[in-house]
């Protein structure tokens, strides 16, 4: 009957209107998560705010967490694990100091949110995660998104990913209580490694790679979550470059 379908109008005029209403409120959120969080703390790189403002940070975040997907602090995405407060995202990324094209190595995965930050930036981006379940979900959340410029694998990111090596920069979310060597080896010259070093008292440092060596930055203190698998046994902390250790699997 045609009176049928006039009555099924307003539900799908209320879908679409309060869909479109959502949108337009995370969007809100992210202007000024980006504003009040961000800017006002002094990043001021234009790429990696209009990244910010871009990453739809909630699709990131499990179900439970999205209302405070815009909060200035990290959430629990499961494992143990957190996605980084979204200045710590932003200052990691401007301290990258990448462009559109360069490549990128994150360690560290984790939801996926990083990473989609980096492509944003236009960067190549290569992101190792050692749970599975967290690799195996911010790969189908990536791809989902889009972020075809990401390639995501499951595997131990102490020893890099040698075989896309070197890379511009390196971005490291998960702390290590010295710096893995074999991470420093993957940069290009000129090329830089951010990473929060350190056991409880961690600080955010940037190595830059000279012609003639390391140069050392320090940042601010800041807590991550610490670095896992084989930087915790003595071995593996000496390892060589020769026998990379190579992510297990490819998803
Ligand atoms: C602070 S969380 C990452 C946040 C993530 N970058 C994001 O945007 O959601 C740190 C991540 O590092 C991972 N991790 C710890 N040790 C690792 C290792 N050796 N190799 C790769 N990932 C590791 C943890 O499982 C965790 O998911």
């Known amino acids: 009957m045609w009176w049928k379908k006039l009555l099924s109008i307003p539900v799908f005029v209320y879908t679409v209107l309060s869909g479109s209403a959502a949108k337009g409120d995370e969007v809100e959120q992210r202007e000024n998560m980006v504003s009040r969080q961000i800017e006002t703390r002094g990043v001021r790189d234009p790429r990696v705010l209009a990244a910010m403002r871009r990453v739809p940070r909630h699709e990131f975040v499990p179900a439970a967490q999205r209302s405070m997907a815009y909060q200035d602090g990290p959430l ?19 301290l990258a100091r990448l462009k559109p094209g360069d490549r990128v190595l994150e360690i560290g995965t984790g939801s996926g949110y990083q990473a989609a930050v980096l492509a944003e930036i236009g960067a190549e981006v290569y992101s190792i995660e050692l749970v599975p379940e967290l690799a195996a979900e911010a790969a189908e959340t990536l791809k989902r998104l889009g972020y075809t410029g990401v390639e995501a694998r499951q ?34 010259v000129g090329g830089r490694l951010v990473i929060p070093v350190g056991d409880y008292f961690q600080e955010l440092q940037v190595h830059t790679r000279g012609e003639d060596g390391i140069e050392v930055e320090t940042i601010f203190p800041v807590r991550f979550v610490p670095m896992r698998g084989r930087i915790e046994d003595s071995e593996g902390a000496g390892a060589d470059a020769d026998e990379p250790d190579q992510p297990a699997a490819e998803r």
């Open 76 to 94: 629990p995405i499961g494992y143990g694990q957190t996605i980084s407060q979204p200045y710590i995202v932003a200052v990691m990324t401007e």
């Open 155 to 188: 595997g131990d990111g102490y020893a890099g990913w040698p075989a896309a090596a070197p890379f511009r920069a390196i971005v490291v979310t998960a702390a290590p209580p010295t710096v893995p060597p074999l991470l420093l080896e993957q940069l290009d």
